[in-house]
């Protein structure tokens, strides 16, 4: 597991012992923080506006940032990391494609959205290779590699009032949209003719795609895990909530910043990250389904 800390230093743990491997400084403050066997990735920000891009690449797994060659992408601002390609969007919204291979960078151009600053990216995501936005108002953008732009597919339409203001993507253009509502139940919204799912979350502060399941966060606290293949075929209600508070009753700020999981034999691992806590939580298959796979 990689934690990152307000002191700007990496813990790298062990994930079945909880032992500390190691711990690594961090060479800019950063705003977001990816890491993975092929590289590092920061959003950094200088001054009150502008903001940038650091990508490390890996000689091994095991580099720290230090021993990395680095590659800077000026005024990025958005981004999506998949194995060894992240994805990067500036501030006159061109996606660049960041490869670390053969132990250097290769840039390409992915293409450019012609839309306004009024509308602007929100989301990045890539599904089968190709690479999805969403935009503040909910336009749902389509790489078009022939001509190196993006299209508009179609738009998600949320009202203004509901005050839409953190997108995330998942499968290959559903949303999950944080918006201001006094309902705090997550609804559901399926359109049969574009076959897409939205998902209407009061207050989300974060989200994750882990197969067919979506782990939604919240701030009061509250992880709901939707089954999307489910939902989409019975318009169900999400299949489960938990809250962090039932766990640990001395979290004092119960907002959850991020959510991870990691896939252990029979079981999954879903690491929940508050301001000042990490939880483990340790999901099993239920007994009748593991004597399948013993």
Wanted: charged share 25%.
């Amino acid at each position: 597991m990689i934690l990152k800390t307000e002191a700007d230093t990496v813990h790298y743990y062990n994930i079945k012992t909880f032992q500390l491997v190691k711990v690594t400084k961090t060479q800019n403050k950063g705003l977001d923080y990816t890491e993975n066997d092929y590289m590092i990735v920061t959003l950094t920000q200088s001054g009150d506006t502008q903001r940038g891009i650091y990508l490390y690449g890996k000689p091994v797994s095991s580099s720290t940032m230090i021993q990395n060659k680095s590659h800077y992408v000026e005024t990025g601002f958005l981004f999506t990391l998949e194995e060894n390609v992240c994805y990067v969007v500036t501030a006159t919204f061109v996606v660049w494609g960041c490869t670390w291979v053969n132990d250097r960078w290769e840039v390409r151009l992915v293409g450019r959205y012609y839309g306004s600053d009024y509308d602007r990216p929100a989301a990045i995501h890539v599904y089968e290779r190709v690479v999805y936005m969403v935009t503040k108002y909910g336009f749902v953008l389509r790489e078009i590699a022939e001509t190196k732009n993006f299209h508009r597919v179609f738009n998600y339409s949320i009202p203004q009032h509901k005050g839409a203001c953190k997108w995330v993507l998942f499968h290959k253009y559903d949303v999950a949209v944080a918006v201001k509502t006094k309902n705090r139940r997550v609804s559901i919204c399926y359109d049969r003719e574009t076959n897409h799912m939205r998902l209407e979350c009061p207050n989300m502060s974060c989200a994750t795609e882990h197969g067919h399941v979506v782990f939604l966060g919240f701030r009061s606290g509250r992880i709901i895990i939707c089954l999307t293949n489910k939902t989409l075929k019975k318009g169900s209600r999400p299949e489960r909530t938990l809250r962090v508070q039932d766990f640990d009753n001395t979290i004092k700020d119960p907002k959850i910043l991020a959510i991870d999981v990691f896939e252990d034999k029979l079981s999954h691992h879903l690491f929940v990250a508050t301001k000042d806590r990490v939880l483990q939580l340790h999901i099993k298959y239920p007994p009748k389904i593991a004597r399948l796979f013993a």
